[in-house]
């Protein structure tokens, strides 16, 4: 972890080596007008924070050089009181795994097709980055597939109990929350989530985010799929989890999380998928189980549900302080897990570049994804529970 002032100092030769469209003799409000399709002021004051610091003010291109050279951090400029009510919540406790029957009934009807379709969609804008215009539309375009999805899958009395809805922001693009509501314990809710933006280092480059993070919101939405073709009635509510802006810093999930917690809404679960694509040359394939600030009850159920239900087995792994959107629901206590592709110094090294695409290289595989997708399922259903309508 870098200090700040080590980071500020970097600025100069960061904008003119690392990011290098960046003219460095012109001043930073000349330049950033000669971007079209971008609501993004470099000079906007942030409020950050990162590993064991007490926050610091930083301006924008401050906070995205610092992202660039690999720093982890909260932007907390809208979100200080994330966590006020943290301490109303006691540890969970989770239950062994009872649904065997229904879930192996929903991972028979998985497929790679809609994964593939949607991710070649979803990679296709120039970049989803959360304050650009094509980040709006891929939000958009996300939204009415979730729908459209929802239109031909779900039978209509279950589609009376699902609600899809927009998130809306202080930026243009939306987190999207789609929710089935629980039977007989609707107050409960488990929450299955993915980043649906994506960035270059430098955030007017294009970011195709095909790994990072397309192929987790293309596979929580297969598991969706699959659920609501199976007439899946949850006791509990499930929802699902779109984000805005975690690139900036977990802006769209801090929102949310805010959110359910001045509601005091009751998370009993959250788990974060954030990059199933990649399977590097010459490594074993399996499935990445962060241990370092996620909840360690779920995630010792989570790896249960990969030993019980996947075909490739769990691996330990760390990815650090704030790295996906489950961070957010831990700062409000909320119990969270995070589940990666592979080992974290295995996993894709194209991420934040116009190189995060499908067609990079063989070790972007769609059957790895899928593997997630069935992880999803047997969590929304073991900890959903399901009510048989018939
Ligand atoms: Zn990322």
Request: net charge negative; hydrophobic share 35%.
């Amino acid at each position: 972890m870098r200090s700040l002032s080590v980071l500020v100092s970097c600025i100069a030769l960061a904008v003119a080596s690392t990011l290098p469209s960046v003219p460095e003799q012109l001043p930073l409000s000349a330049y950033q007008h000669a971007y079209p399709g971008f609501d993004l002021d470099l000079n906007a004051r942030r409020l950050v924070q990162m590993e064991g610091k007490a926050p610091v003010w930083m301006t924008e291109l401050e906070k995205i050089i610092a992202k660039a050279e690999g720093v982890q951090f909260f932007d907390i400029t809208d979100t200080q009181d994330l966590g006020f009510n943290a301490h109303l919540r006691h540890q969970s406790t989770f239950p062994s795994l009872n649904a065997t029957d229904q879930v192996k009934s929903v991972l028979k009807t998985l497929s790679t097709k809609g994964p593939e379709e949607n991710l070649k969609k979803l990679s296709s804008f120039r970049t989803r980055y959360y304050r650009s215009d094509t980040g709006r539309e891929s939000q958009q375009w996300l939204f009415s597939k979730i729908a459209e999805i929802t239109d031909t899958s779900a039978s209509e009395s279950l589609r009376r109990i699902i609600t899809c809805t927009e998130f809306r922001h202080s930026w243009a693009q939306n987190s999207i929350i789609l929710r089935i509501n629980g039977s007989s314990a609707a107050d409960e809710v488990v929450v299955i989530g993915a980043h649906l933006d994506s960035t270059n280092m430098w955030p007017f480059l294009p970011a195709p985010g095909a790994d990072d993070d397309g192929s987790g919101s293309v596979t929580i939405l297969e598991a969706y799929r699959a659920l609501i073709t199976s007439d899946f009635r949850p006791e509990r509510t499930v929802e699902f989890h779109w984000y805005s802006a975690e690139e900036g810093g977990l802006l769209g999930s801090q929102a949310v999380a805010k959110d359910y917690e001045s509601r005091s809404v009751n998370v009993i679960a959250m788990s974060q998928y954030d990059m199933t694509a990649w399977v590097k040359q010459g490594t074993r394939e399996e499935v990445g189980i962060i241990t370092d600030f996620t909840d360690h009850s779920l995630t010792k159920f989570n790896k249960q549900l990969v030993e019980m239900y996947l075909d490739i087995p769990a691996t330990e792994t760390r990815c650090g302080y704030a790295c996906s959107d489950h961070a957010s629901w831990m700062k409000a206590n909320y119990p969270s897990v995070f589940t990666i592709e592979s080992k974290f110094e295995n996993s894709n090294k194209n991420i934040h570049s116009s190189d995060d695409r499908i067609d990079i290289s063989e070790e972007f595989s769609f059957s790895h994804m899928l593997e997630f997708s069935k992880l999803a399922v047997a969590f929304a259903i073991e900890l959903g529970g399901w009510t048989k309508s018939k």
